[in-house]
């Protein structure tokens, strides 16, 4: 039987949300200054996508307080989409006052999680963003999407296709059609990655999927791979593995950048990510919040170093 084939694409778009997911759970808060820092170091590795911040309420999420600061003091670069996420309204016109032309709308896709945190079901948060669109329409504002716990939920378990697709519609009606399909609690599998990412790609052909996933379980860099056979080619990820979502138990972990690129660039597809200077953000974000960096290839140092190791040690023999 012949060997099937599978063409892998040349390229993958990453984005980087280490400022924005990775720091909203770290009890060690930067400085506006060393955020900066990692801001600028992010955009010196070639990472075009960056999420810079959240603006929401500073009570809620006291790791974001200082957003507005952080975007004023930033020097944009041309050719980089910097963001933030925003809750409502509010968030959008914060985002606008502080200079930035893009804000991600966040709806959950399980109902049970969603009234839980938010005391309203999906759909009808959505439909609240109305007076976002409307705001960013006005303002030359882009508007994009994130549904969480698309593939598992600490309430029901996985999330049923349905429920998932109600969010997805939502979103679409008001316009909005750059949506991120996230494992908020890092339960996705790599099968349940593929079923999804190939159901949505093609009842949904209009929208630009994103997916982000955490590795709490071991599984992110193996449901990156599955995304991209189901079509997939925008992805998240957090500098030195950082983050978690407050809003859902247990829910450490991002899948780390430095990993990502490392296996995508191993494959043979091009990110346009300098993965050394990738790795030395992640080694900065590590220090700044004062622990160890949830990252493997900054244990065990990129396939080629080993590579580069054993040939010196057999040289010096």
Known sequence: MDKMTLAWPEKVTFCEVGLRDGLQNEKTIPSVEQKLELLNSVVASGVKIIEVGAFVH???VPQMADTDALCRAMKKVDGVEYRALVPNIKGVQRAFDAGLTKAKLTVSASEAHCLANFNSTP???VEGFADCVEFA????????????TSFGCPFIGKVPVEMVENAV???????ITELSLSDTTGMANPRQVFDLGTHMIRAFPEVQWVM????????ALANIVTAIQAGVRLFDGAFAGLGGCPFAPGASGNVASEDVI?????????????????MDTARMAARFV????????LKAGRCQDLVKEKAKAQNNK
Request: aromatic letters at 4%.
């Open 169 to 175: 519609r939502s979103f679409v009606k008001l316009g």
């Open 262 to 278: 490392h296996m995508l660039h191993e494959m043979g597809i091009e990110t346009g990510v300098d993965l050394l200077k990738a």
């Open 290 to 297: 004062g622990h160890e960096a949830g990252s493997a290839v």
């Open 137 to 148: 329409a006005k303002n030359n504002m882009v508007l994009s999407g994130a549904i969480s």
């Open 123 to 125: 759909v009808k948060m």
């Open 212 to 219: 982000h996933f955490h590795n709490t379980r071991d599984m």
């Open 58 to 60: 500073p009570k809620a």
